[in-house]
């Protein structure tokens, strides 16, 4: 079956570094999204994508997020410089045809 | 605004107990509802979702949830739970006013079961 993978599943960085989260949805799939989960908090949105833009973000996707799709198959997430409260496990996810989202592993980011 | 709640944070179960996971929504329009569970060191995996029709769905692993679309709810059942479903469940809802589609997610109830 399918599946959404992410790489790394873990990343450590200094506060102000960039970084850049990989995702390779599921192909035949046309929506992607990023979310987010600070420890003890709530899955929060941050992105979704579709057709080579950004469709809808939150408030959270700010001037520091971007995302691209660089080669078809690809599909990142980029903070420019990252802050401490960056600091949480982010997730991709893709949809299917009938509004299903299926996500990946997760990447859990420190920033120090 | 919008959201999900999750009333139940932490559940513990004995094997065979039934079970039942609240799930409620603020929104008055078109909802699509859907329960994600995270096993262990594992990521979010479907368990069943609901976007019209027969508001009583059954999922994978014996899971059901029933949409009551006047209580705004959409809550989760097993009639026995094993081992096996400690787990991490999520209820998560996209209102179709969003036009990314995006979902928002309940706080999540940590249920472990007790062998």
């Known amino acids: 079956e399918p599946e959404v993978t992410q790489t790394p599943s873990h990343q450590v960085t200094q506060m102000g570094q960039e970084v850049i989260l990989r995702c390779v949805p599921i192909s035949n799939h046309l929506y992607f999204y990023w979310y987010r989960q600070i420890l003890g908090q709530k899955v929060e949105f941050l992105v979704s994508?579709?057709?080579?833009?950004?469709?809808?973000k939150s408030e959270i996707f700010d001037d520091q997020f971007s995302v691209e799709r660089p080669d078809g198959s690809n599909f990142t997430l980029k903070i420019r410089s990252t802050k401490l409260e960056d600091s949480a496990m982010y997730f991709c996810?893709?949809?299917?045809?009938?509004?299903?989202?299926?996500f990946g592993p997760g990447t859990r980011l420190l920033v120090l | 605004a919008q959201s999900v709640s999750q009333h139940n944070h932490h559940v513990i179960l004995s094997e065979a107990a039934s079970l039942e996971l609240g799930c409620n929504y603020s929104y008055g329009g078109t909802v699509n509802l859907f329960w994600y569970v995270q096993y262990p060191g594992q990521h979010l995996q479907l368990l069943l979702k609901y976007f019209s029709g027969d508001p009583l769905v059954k999922g994978i692993k014996g899971f059901e949830a029933e949409f009551i679309k006047s209580k705004f709810s959409f809550n989760l059942r097993k009639p026995s739970v094993q081992w096996s479903d400690t787990a991490e469940y999520f209820c998560a809802v996209t209102f179709n006013n969003n036009a990314g589609n995006m979902l928002t997610f309940g706080g999540g109830t940590r249920l472990m079961v007790k062998p």
């Open positions: 994508f579709y057709n080579n833009e950004i469709s809808e």
């Open positions: 996810a893709s949809q299917d045809r009938r509004k299903t989202q299926y």
